[in-house]
């Protein structure tokens, strides 16, 4: 079972596509994952999402836009400390390539007009 976790229910996981900057490139376009909100030691499914394409940009390039929706950030020093947040060793913002996933979710037809409720989805 593919699996993504979020921290905390960012704004764009309200909408029917959405994506996410990570450091590690261990997703697979074309499959389907299960999103989690992860906090603590607490799971709640949310939803299923179709890895739709990926991309590989350094932080640096990212349309300040594209990188403040992705964070529900207010400002473009925010959402590079958030995204460093998340690891260890904080990334080279010159020179390391994030990155970007697409997801589209997978909703039944009676959920597809309110994609703000999680839909559940059998494959």
Known sequence: MNIIYFSKFYTKLNDLE??????????????????????????????????????????????????????????????IDLINSFYRNEIDSEKEKLTILYFKKLVDKINTLNTSKPAVVFI
């Not at 389907?32 to 999402?49: G, S, T």
């Not at 179709?50 to 400002?75: G, M, P, S, V």
């Open 18 to 79: 959405f994506t996410t900057i990570r450091r590690y490139d261990r997703y697979k376009a074309g499959q389907v994952y299960n999103v989690f909100l992860k906090q603590k030691n607490n799971k709640r499914f949310l939803f299923a999402a179709k890895l739709l394409r990926k991309e590989k940009k350094i932080i640096n390039k990212i349309d300040t836009n594209f990188l403040l929706k992705d964070t529900d950030c207010k400002d473009r020093q925010e959402s």
